[in-house]
């Protein structure tokens, strides 16, 4: 496709979180060491793109993955995108552990009813529409043949996939 612009949806590295607490949108959730040397090698790869917009969800992780990328194109401002966040959902900052214990909270039941449909959180359809329009957004700031790199969050990226291909939305 010569003379396409293309936009590029990555996901954040590894997380420190050593208590294993469903973080969702909390922020403070950086990288852990192996999620920087995620991010560096990252931007070993993105070094050679001609990138020329870059975009980041504005959670930690996500920033701090795009940070040695952005580092190689000093020109380029890193634009936040609110739309780029992780999905809402109704048990962050709860701590599943082995046990799940927090999916046997009675508090929490309304929220599992049915794990088809997402009660615990943001609909799919609504991740669907703001990743949708978060990416030709970027498609319009990178410019004619230009590529844009935007780092998000693994739900809504997985949802934008199904949605630009045209598959069912779980």
Known sequence: MAGATVVHVMRHGQVHNPDGVLYGRLDGFGLSDLGLQMAERLAEHWRRIPLTH???SPLLRARGT???????FPHLEVA???????????FEGKVFGEDNKALRDVSMIRYVLNPLK????EPYVEIAA????????????AGERGQALLVSHQ???EIARRD???ALLP
């Open 130 to 141: 703001r990743m949708r329009a978060a990416i030709v957004d970027a498609a319009a700031a």
């Open 164 to 166: 630009a291909t045209g």
């Open 54 to 56: 870059l975009a980041s």
């Open 155 to 157: 739900l809504p990226i």
């Open 118 to 121: 997402p009660s615990w959180g």
């Open 80 to 90: 936040i995108d609110d739309r780029l966040i992780e999905a809402a959902n109704a």
């Open 66 to 72: 795009l940070a040695p990328t952005a580092a190689l």
